[in-house]
């Protein structure tokens, strides 16, 4: 196991947003690190180029013989590296944004006559019917639950319902 | 559209439990070690700080695999070997690559293993929805 392969976790992160050069089996890469994998120790580096493509380049933990980091990211680079990875349509709402719609499903489960209480730490979760869970953002694909047809009932439901801030 | 060619059996490598396996070998930690090395003895806030780096990384890492499934992927490997092939997965320890239509001088394998132990870097590219 070279050193690379050695550091901890914390170790890694340390080089998560910046540019750095690694040197692997006589080849040279360079990039910004967007991760390290902690079980092999790959280092996944991404080059951003024009016309909207990213280049990506992962150099395998066990080749890797030395990194030098060239300059620091900032946190535009940051969310950049981030939002290229994660699935089309996420995204994160405000504290306001899910007690809204909280509250909106709230009412259209008393609408609708539906039993629920409240649970967790910050009484973010809506538990139905004593079965069924659904947790912020509170939209179909939050609900979770062992009863097939309550799940589809529900799910259809929230679907339905008029008072939602749609996102599509 | 390249007609895959039959696929050749090699035979099959050491694992751990074979005789005469030296278990001190590279191939051997590669194959049966334990994939997650725990630190020495470390208190607990530093423990809890570790396990939050280990999985904020992973979960990255994790999140660029899925970006490359389906995709058209160069793979650069020792003995000055380069080949192209569409990601199809990848097992637990990150030791072996699943991967389709694999292009080699013999002719393009329709499904392949790719050894990660015999991989220096694999690259591919995607749009940034910016």
Same mark, same amino acid.
Request: aromatic share 8%; with cysteine.
């Given at each position: 196991?070279?050193?690379?392969?050695?550091?901890?976790?914390?170790?890694?992160?340390?080089?998560?947003?910046?540019?750095?050069?690694?040197?692997?089996?006589?080849?040279?890469?360079?990039?910004?690190?967007?991760?390290?994998? %902690?079980?092999?120790?790959?280092?996944?580096?991404?080059?951003?180029?024009?016309?909207?493509?990213?280049?990506?380049?992962?150099?395998?933990?066990?080749?890797?013989?030395?990194?030098?980091?060239?300059?620091?990211?900032?946190?535009?680079?940051?969310?950049?590296?981030?939002?290229?990875?994660?699935?089309?349509?996420?995204?994160?709402?405000?504290?306001?944004?899910?007690?809204?719609?909280?509250?909106?499903?709230?009412?259209?489960?008393?609408?609708?006559?539906?039993?629920?209480?409240?649970?967790?730490?910050?009484?973010?979760?809506?538990?139905?019917?004593?079965?069924?869970?659904?947790?912020? %953002?509170?939209?179909?694909?939050?609900?979770?639950?062992?009863?097939?047809?309550?799940?589809?009932?529900?799910?259809?439901?929230?679907?339905?319902?008029?008072?939602?801030?749609?996102?599509? | 559209?390249?007609?895959?060619?039959?696929?050749?059996?090699?035979?099959?490598?050491?694992?751990?439990?074979?005789?005469?396996?030296?278990?001190?070998?590279?191939?051997?930690?590669?194959?049966?070690?334990?994939?997650?090395?725990?630190?020495?003895?470390?208190?607990?806030?530093?423990?809890?700080?570790?396990?939050?780096?280990?999985?904020?990384?992973?979960?990255?890492?994790?999140?660029?695999?899925?970006?490359?499934?389906?995709?058209?992927?160069?793979?650069?490997?020792?003995?000055?070997?380069?080949?192209?092939?569409?990601?199809?997965?990848?097992?637990?320890?990150?030791?072996?690559?699943?991967?389709?239509?694999?292009?080699?001088?013999?002719?393009?394998?329709?499904?392949?293993?790719?050894?990660?132990?015999?991989?220096?870097?694999?690259?591919?590219?995607?749009?940034?929805?910016?």
């Amino acid at each position: 196991m070279n050193e690379w392969c050695r550091k901890k976790p914390l170790e890694w992160q340390v080089y998560v947003n910046k540019e750095v050069k690694v040197t692997a089996a006589e080849q040279e890469y360079q990039g910004w690190v967007f991760t390290v994998d %902690p079980v092999s120790a790959n280092i996944v580096l991404v080059n951003f180029k024009d016309g909207g493509k990213a280049s990506i380049v992962a150099v395998m933990g066990h080749a890797v013989e030395a990194v030098d980091v060239l300059r620091e990211g900032d946190s535009s680079m940051a969310d950049q590296l981030t939002s290229l990875f994660m699935p089309a349509g996420a995204r994160s709402y405000s504290r306001e944004e899910l007690k809204n719609r909280k509250n909106s499903l709230r009412d259209w489960l008393e609408k609708n006559r539906i039993p629920f209480t409240e649970q967790g730490a910050q009484q973010e979760t809506l538990c139905v019917a004593g079965v069924l869970t659904v947790n912020p %953002p509170y939209g179909p694909e939050d609900c979770s639950s062992s009863n097939e047809i309550i799940l589809s009932r529900v799910q259809s439901l929230i679907q339905s319902n008029p008072g939602c801030p749609q996102d599509q | 559209m390249k007609t895959p060619v039959c696929v050749l059996r090699l035979p099959r490598g050491p694992d751990g439990t074979s005789r005469g396996f030296d278990p001190s070998s590279a191939r051997y930690q590669a194959l049966c070690t334990p994939t997650i090395s725990a630190s020495g003895p470390v208190d607990c806030v530093d423990l809890r700080s570790e396990q939050r780096a280990r999985s904020f990384l992973r979960e990255r890492y994790l999140r660029s695999l899925i970006a490359m499934v389906k995709r058209n992927v160069k793979f650069t490997m020792y003995e000055k070997v380069k080949v192209d092939a569409v990601f199809a997965g990848s097992d637990i320890d990150i030791l072996n690559f699943q991967v389709e239509d694999l292009e080699t001088p013999l002719g393009v394998q329709k499904e392949a293993l790719i050894r990660c132990p015999d991989v220096i870097s694999y690259s591919f590219e995607i749009d940034s929805s910016l």
